[in-house]
Nanobody, 117 residues
Framework: QVQLVESGGGLVQPGSSLKLSCAASGISFGYYNMAWYRQAPRQQRDLVAAISNKGISVYAGSVKGRFTISRDIVKNTMYLQMNSLKPEDTAVYYC???????????WGQGTQVTVSS
């Protein structure tokens, strides 16, 4: 059974940093493209950053230069380091795993990030 569990969210002030974690079980990063999405209330779920099974990363323009996606193969955990946080970053952040051949698409339960003064 595939399971993705996010953690690390919280309430922080603008300009602060936060590091999110996605603990994965039942998958191998060698066969999955991994990604972070976020969704604010009554908004669509948008891609924040992604890292392919080959380790190649891409970012949404709104977070490029501030966020860094990474993965630890041994721990089977993906991370999102978020720096210089802005109120516009407030959302529920979701972990996603997409099997490279399209045979599987999985989501975590989400973790709340609130940036407010």
């Amino acid at each position: 059974q595939v399971q993705l569990v996010e953690s690390g969210g919280g309430l922080v002030q603008p300009g602060s940093s936060l590091k999110l974690s996605c603990a994965a079980s039942g998958i191998s990063f060698g066969y999955y493209n991994m990604a972070w999405y976020r969704q604010a209330p009554r908004q669509q779920r948008d891609l924040v950053a992604a890292i392919s099974n080959k380790g190649i990363s891409v970012y949404a323009g709104s977070v490029k230069g501030r966020f860094t996606i990474s993965r630890d193969i041994v721990k089977n955990t993906m991370y999102l380091q978020m720096n210089s946080l802005k109120p516009e970053d407030t959302a529920v952040y979701y972990c996603n795993a997409l099997e490279v051949t399209g045979s599987g698409d999985y989501w975590g339960q989400g973790t709340q990030v609130t940036v407010s003064s």
